[in-house]
């Protein structure tokens, strides 16, 4: 192994640094309480979304003592941030009103229409469609805009302050799995995918043959266990839509949906979705009876602020990440890579694994199935989960949604993909 720098390491001692940081977010929420005079640094200090960009501050502030400003400046403009990019853009406009009212509008009708000849309540059929098919949609529009739908819909209509906080966690659990394996039916939406589908040549028909039937099998029994073991709490919290809401016209829903696909097909090119987005403000503002009060700009910019942390810190963990996963039999590269998506994030492993020259095909399916089996456990696992917390954190106790009891709920669904990937 090739010499480790002192930024290397320094980065490395930082981004542990920062995942205990994340497992005690919930904690500095509760010492805001304790302590009012500071409750708003508690505050930030318990921000999830705040934590890899503030370890990322001070590793860019080290590096500017250590390198000096040039070398700084030069390495971080090597740092690709297209990513962060995207999410904040797609995020934003996956929630605009005229794009969620549609989505659910959607689902709805479809579950009345299965519920007609079923003996199934329409509320639970709509929780277990909202699970196992909204996350479906992300291998079309891409893994976060399925996440900003679905947590959306879950916030709107079923995570009521009245809701037992175990029904919450399993809902969340199940949500984050979902979307981290609903999203890798194309190559082009799951971000552990998109690291590598140009370097293995992955395509459509293989992405369908290779990983189509574990999909649709995971999500579907994910969905249904959580939908039966909490039916009658689902069927009881579950709230009708706003119905004072001006109705929106067609053309309207047609214009954002337009952009919302032409933010996820010029996804690698921030030059063209980023002056979109400025377009697609100007649109909305011209129409605000037809948007919500806000655009979800703060959040949206909170979760890329985090990937944007995670990016910076994720990329100074090459000189350990990669030797410790190339020199592994398949099988082995399978658990080891689930045991260390939650603590890394999936689509940088996938990245740096992708690097490893002489790869069979055994040996990429395992990593790549390891690394979205393993995606729903942290808030740091999969790029999709900051967006999910930052919409359903305020659903939770303190508004804090706790690392412990995501990885928890999300235990049993990741074990039963496991299973199903495995096989």
């Known amino acids: 192994m090739a010499?480790?720098?002192?930024?290397?390491?320094?980065?490395t001692v930082l981004f542990a640094l920062a995942v205990a940081h994340?497992?005690?977010?919930?904690?500095f929420a509760h010492l805001s309480h304790r302590f009012p005079a500071h409750a708003g640094l508690c505050h930030l200090l318990g921000e999830v979304e705040v934590v890899f960009g503030l370890w990322a501050g001070v590793l860019i502030s080290f590096m500017f003592a250590y390198m000096g400003r040039a070398d700084t400046l030069q390495h971080i403009g090597q740092v690709r941030f297209t990513e962060p990019m995207f999410i904040f853009v797609v995020m934003v406009i996956a929630a605009s009103r005229p794009i969620t009212s549609s989505v659910r509008d959607a689902v709805r009708f479809l579950a009345r229409w299965i519920a007609k000849p079923f003996p199934v309540r329409e509320p639970l059929l709509l929780y277990f469609l909202t699970l196992a098919v909204i996350p479906l949609f992300g291998s079309l529009i891409t893994e976060p805009a399925a996440m900003t739908l679905a947590a959306l819909m879950l916030r709107d209509t079923f995570l009521s302050p009245t809701m037992p906080q175990k029904v919450k966690y399993a809902t969340l659990g199940a949500l984050f799995v979902n979307i981290s394996?609903?999203?890798?039916?194309?190559p082009y939406a799951a971000p552990a995918v998109l690291m590598v589908a140009e370097a293995w040549n992955w395509d459509l028909p293989f992405m369908l043959t290779t990983f189509g039937w574990r999909v649709l099998l995971v999500v579907a029994?994910?969905?249904?266990v959580v939908s039966y073991l909490f039916r009658e709490i689902i069927v009881k919290e579950a709230r009708e839509p706003d119905t004072g809401e001006e109705p929106i016209p067609l053309f309207v829903r047609g214009i954002h949906f337009l952009f919302l696909a032409g933010v996820v097909y010029f996804a690698h090119y921030p030059e063209i979705f980023i002056p979109m987005l400025l377009i697609f403000l100007g649109l909305a503002a011209a129409y605000p009876q037809f948007q919500n009060k806000t655009m979800m700009l703060r959040e949206s910019m909170m979760v890329a602020f985090f990937l944007g942390g995670l990016v910076v810190l994720g990329g100074v963990q090459v000189w350990w990440l990669q030797p410790a996963l190339s020199g592994m039999s398949p099988e082995l590269v399978y658990w080891g890579t689930m045991v260390l998506t939650p603590f890394v994030d999936n689509a940088a492993i996938t990245y740096l694994v992708s690097l490893v020259q002489g790869t069979d095909a055994a040996f990429r399916y395992s990593v790549v199935s390891g690394a979205i089996v393993g995606g729903g456990l942290t808030v740091i696992a999969n790029s999709p989960n900051p967006a999910g917390i930052t919409i359903l954190k305020g659903c939770f106790e303190d508004s804090s949604v706790s690392p412990l009891g995501l990885f928890l709920a999300a235990a049993g669904p990741t074990a039963v993909a496991a299973l199903v990937f495995y096989i």
């Open 221 to 224: 029994i994910n969905a249904l």
């Open 181 to 186: 394996i609903g999203g890798v039916l194309t």
């Open 22 to 27: 994340t497992f005690a977010s919930s904690y």
């Open 3 to 11: 010499s480790v720098s002192v930024i290397e390491i320094i980065g």
